[in-house]
């Protein structure tokens, strides 16, 4: 399913109207039904219960009021508060407002201190409200009015259903201002926005329902170049492995990663790499390190590395080693806990530089790029790069906040800038490639909020490059829900083996997608 930027909805919106005859109140009559029946399913039977609609003087508001009529046909006493400069309403919105009155249905036009009265008053004796008061059109900061109502919204603790998407959450950031509706139930119209998936915006999203409300199919999917990690996509990742598969077909894999005091890193990248089948992980480590290594892993093979200091590698010597070994490998992952001595930096730039085969970098591989994401032009093949948005913004020193707020739009600038392709993982996954398609996957959950994690997922990459083209959108996909299944058992209390521990069941959950849809 693609996922639209607000000004490309409000283009295939326009394209529905004038290209394909689609009325724009047809379009309106669609949305709010759909509101309606959602307002049913989550909310529960209507008749008799008191709601509370709030409009905006847009298309937004007009969806509310076609939403309104059906209630009220349903049984509900509705009560409809409208807030906006008056002269500005659309045609649209007018028409529904006519409707209404003839139906005896009541409508206040929000303008002195006693029409908020009249507002308070409603909201505590209501059973639930509707919000259409912004919609996909707003950004930046609220009007004053705006913000009095959604903050009294809010406050009433009531059932809220939102159209499109709660009203203060910017639709292509996932930014709130100073307030934004928290919502129970949001009804995205067309497309899910990128607004819907990012935070803060995703916290005020609640149950989610997504419906195409009649827009022709062919426009919900030309030139949109966000698509979510789904079901549908995920039937494309993973090629059926040939009969003749042998260790030496399915991927030979060289992780350099480890350093004193973070070997759990390392473990946990090559053992993914494993479980998501690999054919051969070669673990290369510093040398003092190695013992641990090889009694803690019994199907990964080590390779010692030389030191500049106890349990930190650097020199010519280490890397040269790298460079040996990654001739006879498929792909190469570095930095799970490689550490960021001065020596480490060095070797990792040399490796970048040099190697001409698939490259993985994540945590420590990605500091020394740290305000210099233009060297990572000298890569000889496109690079993998893993980081977390604290990663993401020290490569390109921004502050964390100036990133999120615009993190779709940087992660594709990054992508395609410095040829790169970037997995940026915060409470969703953003990968961008260099030609300018963005992908969201959803996958995962707040309890994978632990150390760990994010090896896990290098080393699923890395473990996948020679088995599909598609290895970062596998990737994430496979660790995504083997911390679904982790989480299931063990809530909060997972941990990162946990996840790793259910890659294989995420695979075979991956293969059985194909079973069931062919």
């Not at 009095?148 to 919204?153: F, S």
């Not at 989610?208 to 999917?221: H, T, W």
């Not at 990459?461 to 994430?476: E, H, N, R, S, Y």
Request: aromatic content about 4%.
């Amino acid at each position: 399913m693609k996922v639209a930027l607000a000004k490309q909805m409000h283009e295939i919106d326009k394209s529905a109207v004038e290209e394909y005859g689609l009325p724009e109140l047809s379009l309106m009559e669609s949305a709010g039904h759909r509101v309606f029946e959602a307002m049913k399913k989550f909310f529960g039977n209507v008749n008799k219960k008191s709601i509370c609609v709030l409009a905006g003087i847009g298309n937004n508001g007009g969806d509310a009021l076609v939403a309104a009529r059906y209630l009220s046909n349903a049984g509900a006493r509705v009560r409809i508060f409208l807030i906006g400069n008056k002269d500005h309403r659309t045609q649209s919105l007018k028409v529904q407002m006519k409707i209404l009155r003839g139906m005896g249905v009541e409508l206040q036009h929000i303008e002195g201190e006693r029409d908020w009265e009249r507002l308070q008053i409603t909201l505590k004796f209501s059973d639930a409200i509707v919000d259409g008061i912004l919609g996909t059109g707003f950004s930046g900061q609220l009007r004053p009015g705006a913000s009095r109502l959604i903050r009294l919204a809010n406050t009433a603790k009531k059932f809220i259903i939102a159209i499109d998407i709660p009203s203060g959450v910017d639709a292509d950031s996932g930014a709130v201002g100073e307030s934004a509706i928290q919502a129970d139930c949001t009804v995205a119209l067309g497309l899910p926005k990128v607004g819907h998936y990012i935070c803060p915006g995703a916290s005020h999203v609640g149950k989610f329902v997504i419906d195409n409300i009649g827009l022709p199919a062919e426009l919900l999917s030309d030139e949109i170049h966000q698509t979510l990690v789904d079901d549908e996509l995920a039937l494309t990742f993973l090629p059926t492995r040939p009969k003749d598969s042998h260790k030496g077909t399915c991927g030979k894999i060289l992780i350099v990663a480890g350093s004193r005091g973070m070997t759990g890193a390392a473990s946990l990248a090559a053992m993914s790499a494993m479980k998501v089948g690999a054919g051969l992980v070669t673990l290369a480590v510093p040398e003092s390190l190695n013992p641990i290594y090889e009694m803690k892993l019994t199907e990964v093979m080590t390779a010692p590395l030389d030191e500049v200091k106890q349990g930190i590698i650097g020199g010519d010597k280490a890397s040269e080693k790298i460079l040996d070994l990654a001739e006879k490998a498929d792909a190469i992952l570095i930095g799970p806990g490689l550490g960021r001595e001065r020596e480490t930096q060095a070797l990792v730039k040399k490796i970048v530089a040099e190697v001409d085969k698939p490259l993985i970098l994540d945590a420590d591989a990605i500091y020394p790029f740290n305000a210099k994401a233009d060297e990572l032009k000298a890569c000889k093949q496109i690079p993998i790069l893993t980081p977390h948005l604290g990663e993401l913004a020290a490569l390109l020193n921004i502050p964390v906040e100036k990133l999120r707020g615009s993190l779709v739009s940087e992660v594709r600038r990054v992508a395609q800038e410095y040829r790169a392709i970037i997995v940026a993982k915060c409470e969703v996954t953003i990968i961008g490639y260099p030609n300018g398609e963005i992908f969201i996957s959803t996958l995962g959950n707040s309890a994978m909020a632990s150390g760990g994690c994010g090896d896990v997922l290098a080393g699923a990459i890395a473990g996948l490059m020679k088995q599909t083209p598609f290895a970062p959108l596998t990737g994430v996909w496979l660790q995504g829900t083997a911390g679904n299944f982790a989480a299931e058992k063990n809530a909060e209390g997972l941990i990162a083996s946990d996840v790793m521990n259910f890659l294989p069941a995420a695979l075979k959950k991956l293969r059985s997608i194909g079973y069931k849809n062919s």
